[in-house]
């Protein structure tokens, strides 16, 4: 049995993944699986993605039982993963039906929504080794929750309730089906073009990078590029609020 699998739910693509007896822990064959899935997913003609885990967890982090080889080499290639899922050309979420930690979480992170079942368990638990999380999340989290929150999970270690992510930013939405809710997110935001939410996905995640200006900068030519005559989209918009359908 292969330790992830594609599948569809009508014009989304669902990746799970499936070591439901190791808490589905990430192994060098999964992570292949993953990027395999975002080849796919990125040619076919689904609207984006939904990652979720079978069985009581969405991911525990690394399988600490396989020998990954280089480990060099396995840091690098899980930033070129998180980098390619924020900038994927389609949205995707997670529905984190169980636990996400370390590694897991850090996945996560990499998606566009996070929707967790109530009560799931989130943490970066990694400092009680005396390490760090290493496939992006000292520099994801804080860009979701804050410089504060951000020290307080890493430092301490401790995990938080779905809940507690939903109040930090951290967790989009809280559902007792964290799959069918994400579902329709990718949907809804897929739901006006692909090229509308790729140009604010951008804005906001080079934005961050660049000071104000740069920001209003890098705005100024996505939406010259998105819509260089903004007349006829004030038009459209216009007559769609006057029959009732924006």
């Known amino acids: 049995m292969a330790e992830a699998e594609l599948t569809r ?18 192994t060098t064959a999964m992570i292949g699986l993953i990027e395999d899935a975002l080849d796919t997913v990125e040619h076919d003609d689904c609207v984006g993605l939904v990652i979720t885990g079978d069985g009581r967890a969405f991911c525990a982090g690394s399988d600490l039982k396989e020998q990954p080889g280089n480990f ?32 897991g979480l850090e996945i996560a ?21 005396g390490v760090m999380p290493a496939y992006g999340g000292t ?17 301490l270690g401790e995990p938080i ?5 939903r109040e930090l930013g951290l967790v989009t939405a809280i559902a007792e089906d964290p799959v069918a809710t994400a579902v329709e997110l990718v949907r809804k935001a897929s739901k006006y073009g692909q090229a509308a939410q790729q140009a604010m996905r951008r804005a906001v995640l080079e934005g961050m990078e660049r000071p104000l200006e740069q920001g209003l900068d890098l705005e100024h030519r996505l939406i010259s590029q998105l819509a260089p005559d903004m007349a006829a989209v004030t038009n459209t918009f216009t007559t769609k609020i006057r029959g009732g359908t924006a």
């Open 9 to 26: 739910s009508g014009d989304v693509a669902i990746l799970t993944l499936n070591r439901p007896d190791q808490l589905n822990a990430i």
């Open 72 to 103: 060099q080499d396995r840091v690098r290639r899980m930033h070129r993963l998180v980098l390619r899922m924020l900038r994927h050309p389609k949205v995707i979420a997670a529905g984190l039906n169980g636990l996400a930690y370390g590694g």
């Open 109 to 129: 992170m990499g998606c566009t929504f996070r929707v967790a079942a109530p009560g799931v368990k989130l943490s970066l638990p990694e400092v009680k080794l």
């Open 139 to 155: 520099q994801t989290l804080a860009r979701l929750v804050g410089q504060a929150a951000a020290l307080e999970m890493l430092l």
């Open 161 to 165: 309730t779905a809940e507690r992510g």
